[in-house]
């Protein structure tokens, strides 16, 4: 298990501090569990995979995927949770605590829809997707002459 906390940590970019501060363990903790010199409890094992998306089996084992497979509704949650306890005074967290306060079937939500599609109209139109590159190739077009006179 040593190894794979270790290469967990590293392919999310964290130190042993940033890693063992989410879980709530100290950094020389973390650095016994990745030396092999200290095990962690099935609590913190636990709170790994669950503060970092991990698989139990994999973190534990080694089989399957490392990252478990999580709901789209999942996903959403944690990323409204982390915007609402990581920067709770931010444009961000006014913008999905309004949201949240939408009636499901409320008229809001055309509203909002309307809003939207305006402005991806309006940005497409002043960036318009670049032309498609010429084929060197291709036959130049054919242009009418003028009738002589």
Known sequence: MQNR???LRKSLGLNQTEFGDKIGVTTSAISGYELGTR???????KSICREYGVSETWLRTGAGDMRRSRSREAELGDGIRSILVDRPESFQ???VTTLLKFDPDGPEWAALEKILR??????ESLNPP??????????AP????DPEP
């Open 5 to 7: 906390i270790k290469e």
């Open 39 to 45: 095990a962690p409890s099935d609590a913190i094992i």
């Open 93 to 95: 967290a006014a913008l």
């Open 118 to 123: 305006r402005l991806v109209e309006e940005w």
């Open 130 to 139: 670049p032309a498609a590159p010429k084929d060197p190739d291709a036959p």
């Open 142 to 145: 054919k242009t009418q002459k």
